[in-house]
């Protein structure tokens, strides 16, 4: 087994470990301000298995892959915003995209599709994580990133995905036309940065419609903790729980944003079951979002030691390649993951690979 480095724990308070703080109201309004905070208009448009691999491995029977993860996918995508209301009252705001035959609407031709829920780091806007959507609606997913309407409540938040995913498999309401009939309820992933990863983590320990779950640079502080829950996910044999993470934002200062008491190396070494991490050996936190420049919450996640877009193009690389082997069949997009393609990432500096 190979092993991570891992420093002594230390306690730290910030954005990202607690997902909450006391001046939670004026920074999200800040932070909606410069477009990094929940408020986007809503309604404006803008035939495979589950890997099963009967000896648990299904990452050593990696070959070509159908569709590179690295490139946009052959799919013309559509991409569109939904107020959805949930189970018991209140509703969440979602972003879905997916694939398009008219540039108006999700296609039927295909269909259904396995779907990809996204939860975004704590008080960044969705919009920021659009290229993950866009390219896994490029290669045949319909992608949805939400907007949580209780952050600092992570119980709720989880509790909220799983009703988001009961809508999602059997929408209703005025919007039902434009999901239904689109989404494989057999094929469902989580992923979702920061405290979106969190969230993936414990919403795929008590949802069992969950059947792939990948978490970008996870951070677990609050209760309920991830840690706890990790070992009772149970996804399809074969099918690995992703990490992606990086070590840079777990030092500096006194608030780290992903600190070493509640980072994915905590997560990795949390369970015993089938698992995988990638760590980004030079990319701080926050790097994984489309614009960091644009991002308020990004600024206090400073030190990454490469261009921030080669981050997050490589994140949205492994997250697509993670989906296209786990959900759509594709074998060989393991290859990516930790294969000779996750190789040639290695041999260039960029990530180190951890697996059982």
Known sequence: MSHIPVSQPRLYSSLFRRGAVPALALLIGVASSLGCGAGESDGQATSSSLCADPEGDCLAHSQSALSSPAEPGPRKTVRFDLSVPLSGGGSVAVTVAGPSDDGRELSRSGAPFPLVVLSPGFVINRSQYGSYLSRLASHGFVAVSQSARAEANHAQYRDDTSKLLT??????????????????????????????????????????????????????????????????????????????????????????????????????????????????????????????????????????????????????????????????????????????????????????????
Do not use: M
């Open 167 to 356: 809508w999602l498999l059997a929408p209703t309401g005025s919007s039902a036309a434009r999901i239904s009939g689109r989404i494989d309820a057999s094929r469902v992933g989580l992923t979702g940065h920061s405290l979106g990863g969190k969230i993936s983590l414990l919403v795929a320990a008590k949802d069992p419609r969950v059947k792939a779950v990948i978490a970008i640079d996870p951070v677990d502080a609050g209760n309920p903790l991830a840690r706890d829950t990790l070992p009772t996910i149970r996804l399809p044999a074969g099918v690995p729980i992703g990490l992606l993470g990086e070590t840079i934002s777990k030092t500096g200062g006194s608030q780290p944003c992903a600190p070493a008491d509640s980072n994915y190396e905590v997560l990795y070494r949390s369970t015993s079951a089938d698992r995988f991490a990638l760590r980004f050996l030079k990319a701080a936190h926050t790097d994984f979002v489309d614009s960091p420049g644009s991002c308020f919450p990004c600024l206090f996640c400073p030190g990454s030691l490469a261009p921030k877009a080669q981050s997050r193009d490589l994140a949205v690389k492994y997250v697509t390649a993670y989906f296209l082997w786990t959900l759509a069949g594709d074998a060989a997009a393991a290859s990516y993951l930790t294969g000779p393609e996750a190789q040639k990432d290695v041999a260039a500096g960029l990530i180190e690979v951890t697996k059982p």
